[in-house]
């Protein structure tokens, strides 16, 4: 301890949410202290997650797509796969990125700080510099930003070798000849179809009876039609019992409603999902009160049980997603600058997952609807009835929406399908701005794109769209 | 002349707007009667417009994404391209969705007639089937959907050989060595671009100083920038004086303020425009009136000068363009049907050309015509170089621009240039329909990582400071 500072604002944790935060509230006149442990902003999401994601997606999505277009008439030979050279191209891209914050952070006049940071009180932060050194730091304002860690199962260490994470996955090394990844999630069904693309055989065990939990099934029916070749073994409704690594690989014990199965894998990628990133916070010295799964509660603007204390993204609770925290951010920013009306409010937070098909999601789910009770009209509109599908090449698709069927008012929608998730955001707009289906219906959408399926299907909401049967 | 009818709707044209009017007619309960030269409903766009060039465009990307790919691990070398195999592909597409198109029709028990029409009077039409009979139909309301066809060179009329129009482009008949493209808007790039792609070195002469001369010079900037390795040669505020056809060559003679000379090409795809198809509508027999360039003029239910007569598409006037079109089909079926309210009132139309390379989209109010109108307005841009989106697909050239009113903030229009821009443009025009404010765009969640943050970042400029852009 040798230095005492008294901070405006201190942000712990520089991932979309803490950096967008840092970045509204210098904009906004405060002095700003970012503390991370990485050497630039970025977090989880542009080191480890989103991006270094999506730009595997996307190389294995012209893989994928150059494959379909011999019968088209465009025949490419297979590519050679250079795997170092994919994970060089991701790591540009992280650093272009990351670096590029950095730069915003210090045109910002922020004082950033590497290290990792601990409550000493609601006045006070303990902070471990990378180098080591220990400083103290006292402040008006913090906010918690610090995100979210993966889940290890109970009786599964990750050895970080064998048995892995997604951060580990997303490092690869080497494509091994086969793979379980445990978790049928987004991260195990991206991840999952990164490396299945590149030659891996990979199997999933997911404990529920499908993929992603909790979304419309008819949505992850365009995917599994599609991708019916891409995996090696589906085990649903499966627990894994046991895993332990014996000669460089992993004995996996699995058990459902048929009995037992043990199966040995070179690598078990662990996707069960993530949690708080809140050990060594020590919270509880500034009386931040949490939830039974360990998320901080906090109000509508995003403030903690402790006056001074704000938190925001993952450690927030569900949904844990990047463009959810960025939004806290910039509404925390705002609330302790002192801009009236700034609260968190959303009525729509979308989802994509970005396998190919895409399956993504926006406001209201059927199951949702269901579950509570609310009435609810759905319309459909199938991919089969558009000429942008067509001309794609793949009309296995699927758009919906989520209607009140009294106003008409659209609650939420889904969309599977090649590129799925660019129409998301649309639905997304209509949801804030209380958007009928009639006022999507007469909003003219580009042609032929696939954006008309969501007009189409707003159509079928009061009586009949062009491209299906009359009603 | 044989039969003599009378029927409730006649549709004369079954383009998008004909057949969306004709199904929506349909099922409001009317008898319709749908009449088109073509074997089933589809017109221009689905037979030789967007629809087969999209197919292609969507397959010769993958071409250029490939080539991209090298850098990012993939080696692919150059495919093989099949143009019988592709060509192929293209009609089934085609065939496949005019054919449904067919379906839907006789689903909803339309009567629909293979041939032309021509006005009698403003209460009957001359039909002569593809068949080649003659008979004369009788109507209450009739609807006008017989679109447009390309133009032709003042002095030099297409020979659809060596001097083609944008239907025989895509036949793809032969891709020849070299040619040249006449024309920078809609049609010529992006066919440009497939010739391009499929071997051929392709020039381009745009009479005005760039391509897609009404769109913000901001946004076509970009769009050149990226398109720029696809022509051998652009040639711009350049007029074509002289075309000639020697020894199955196309002399072309250019003139621009510098100089005069002659060219030599194996084709020219002459895209300058398209004008109003009603050569053989005898719309005179109906005392209906036309604008000077031929358009039929239409008041807010779509309804020309004669009462029981409608006009939809591209023979009303600009833009020319399939969704808009479609938009008015439905409403005029909705105007004959007596809903209450239906009316063609759209505040945006939204417009995408696309290259194999990138995507230009705009919709509502440009800043250009802004500045003219004299509309108070503040334009916020958004870089695609700082989009994490852009940069994990290896795009960085890309930009995204909202047109704002100064005041309010409320979204009168926006513009987006880039690959897979066009599927920005559908959001920004819901914002303008429902007038969504760029505080409406920046508080709804979007997508992380998508390109469309870059509408919301865009927005946020106008309240102040955007997450990834510097500070102020």
Not at chain 1, 361 to 384: M, S
Not at chain 2, 170 to 198: A, C, D, F, Q
Request: proline share 4%.
């Amino acid at each position: 301890m040798t230095k005492t500072d008294n901070k405006e604002i201190v942000i712990i944790g520089a991932g979309p949410g803490g950096y967008a935060a840092a970045f509204r509230a210098a904009d906004l006149g405060l002095k700003v202290t970012l503390i991370d442990p990485e050497a630039n902003p970025g977090g989880v999401c542009l080191y480890r997650g989103c991006i270094p994601s999506k730009t595997f997606l996307h190389v294995i999505k012209v893989k994928q797509e150059t494959a379909k277009a011999g019968q088209w008439g465009v025949q490419f030979k297979e590519p050679k796969v250079d795997v170092a050279r994919i994970n060089d191209w991701k790591n540009k891209v992280v650093n272009k990125l990351t670096k590029g914050l950095g730069q915003l952070s210090k045109g910002r006049n922020i004082d950033y700080i590497r290290g990792m940071a601990q409550f000493v009180s609601e006045k006070k932060i303990e902070v471990e510099k990378k180098e080591g050194e220990k400083i103290t730091i006292e402040f008006q304002k913090a906010i918690i930003a610090t995100g979210s860690t993966a889940t290890a199962l109970p009786n599964i260490k990750f050895d970080h070798e064998v048995i892995i994470d997604s951060t580990d996955a997303l490092e690869l090394k080497e494509i091994p000849q086969n793979m379980l990844v445990i978790g049928g999630g987004y991260i195990g069904l991206e991840l999952g179809s990164v490396y299945a693309s590149l030659g891996c055989k990979v199997s999933i065990a997911e404990m529920t009876s499908g993929f992603l939990p909790g979304t419309d099934r008819d949505l992850i029916a365009v995917f599994e039609k599609e991708n019916e070749a891409l995996f090696e073994a589906l085990y649903f409704e499966t627990k894994v019992e046991k895993v332990s690594v014996e000669k460089g690989k992993a004995k996996v014990s699995l058990k459902n409603g048929e009995g037992k199965l043990e199966k040995e894998f070179e690598k078990v990628l662990v996707a069960v999902g993530r949690k708080p990133n809140s050990a060594s916070l020590h919270m509880e010295k500034a009386n931040i009160k949490i939830d039974e799964n360990g998320f901080i509660i906090v109000d509508h603007k995003r403030k903690t049980s402790a006056e001074n204390i704000y938190a925001i993204g993952d450690m927030t609770g569900e949904p844990l997603l990047a463009h959810k925290a960025t939004h806290e951010g910039r509404i925390a920013a705002e609330v302790i600058a002192g801009e009236a009306g700034a609260a968190y409010d959303p009525k729509a937070i979308p989802g994509i997952v970005f396998t190919n098909p895409e399956i993504a999601w926006c406001g209201l789910t059927e199951k949702q609807a269901e579950e509570k009770g609310r009435k609810i009209k759905v319309v459909k509109f199938p991919w089969t009835a558009s000429g942008r599908a067509a001309s794609a090449g793949t009309s296995n698709g699927l758009t919906k929406l989520i209607i009140d069927p009294e106003t008409g008012r659209i609650l939420g929608g889904g969309v599977a399908g090649k590129n799925a998730g660019v129409l998301i955001p649309q639905i997304s707009l209509a949801i804030e701005m209380a958007a009928t289906a009639k006022d999507i219906v007469l909003t003219i959408h580009p042609h032929p794109t696939l954006s008309e399926t969501i007009m189409e299907a707003a159509e079928l909401f009061s009586g009949s769209a062009t491209h299906l049967p009359g009603t | 002349m044989t039969k003599k009818d009378q029927k409730d709707v006649v549709i004369i044209g079954a383009g998008p707007g004909g057949y969306a009017a004709a199904f929506r007619a349909a099922d409001l309960g009317l008898k319709v009667t749908l009449i088109d030269p073509e074997a089933n409903p589809g017109g221009s766009c689905l037979y030789y417009g967007c629809v087969p060039v999209k197919a292609l465009l969507e397959l010769l990307e993958m071409k250029e994404e490939a080539a991209k790919a090298e850098e990012w691990g993939l080696n692919f070398g150059d495919p093989e391209i099949d143009t019988k195999t592709l060509v192929e592909w293209k009609n089934k597409v085609v065939n496949e969705l005019t054919e449904g198109i067919g379906l839907l029709s006789k689903e909803r028990k339309i009567e629909y007639i293979q041939g032309k029409a021509s006005f009698v009077s403003d209460k009957e039409l001359e039909i002569k089937t593809n068949k080649g009979e003659l008979s004369t139909l009788k109507f209450k309301k009739a609807i006008i959907a017989t679109g447009s066809i390309p133009k032709e060179l003042p002095d030099f009329p297409f020979d659809h050989k060596r001097v083609i129009d944008s239907t025989d482009a895509l036949e793809l008949k032969e891709v020849p060595p070299n040619m040249l493209v006449i024309g920078g808007g809609y049609i010529g790039p992006e066919l440009g671009s497939v010739y391009n792609s499929l071997g051929s070195k392709v020039s381009l002469v745009e009479k005005t100083s760039r391509f897609l001369s009404w769109v913000d010079p901001d946004l076509v900037e970009v769009f050149e920038k990226e398109n720029k390795g696809l022509f051998e040669e652009l040639f711009f505020e350049t007029s074509v004086e002289k075309v000639s056809i020697e020894k199955e060559k196309v002399k072309v003679a250019l003139k621009n303020k510098d100089r005069e000379w002659e060219n030599e090409y194996d084709l020219v795809l002459v895209a300058i425009g398209r004008e109003p198809h009603t050569r053989y509508l005898n719309l005179d027999k109906t005392g209906m009136e036309t604008d000077e360039k031929g358009f039929i003029k239409v008041d807010e239910k779509l309804k020309t000068s004669r009462e029981n007569i409608y006009a939809i598409g591209d023979v009303t006037q600009r833009p020319l363009f399939a969704n808009k079109a479609t938009h008015e089909g439905r409403n005029v079926a909705e105007a004959i049907a007596g809903k209450n309210g239906a009316d063609y009132n759209p505040k945006a139309i939204p417009s995408i050309v696309a290259t194999t390379r990138t995507e230009i989209a705009w919709c509502g109010l440009m800043e250009t015509e802004a500045k003219d109108e004299g509309v108070d307005i503040k334009v916020v841009k958004f870089p695609w170089s700082a989009s994490g989106r852009a940069s994990s697909m290896g795009l960085s050239n890309g930009l995204t621009k909202l047109i704002l009113e100064a005041a309010s903030g409320k979204v009168l229009g926006g513009g987006v240039v880039g690959k897979n821009a066009g599927s920005l443009i559908s959001e920004i025009t819901m914002a303008i329909e429902m007038a969504a404010t760029a505080k409406d765009m920046a508080l709804t969640i979007h997508p992380h990582p998508t390109l469309s943050e870059t509408i919301m970042e865009a927005a946020e400029l106008f309240i102040g400071s955007t997450t990834h852009l510097p500070g102020r």
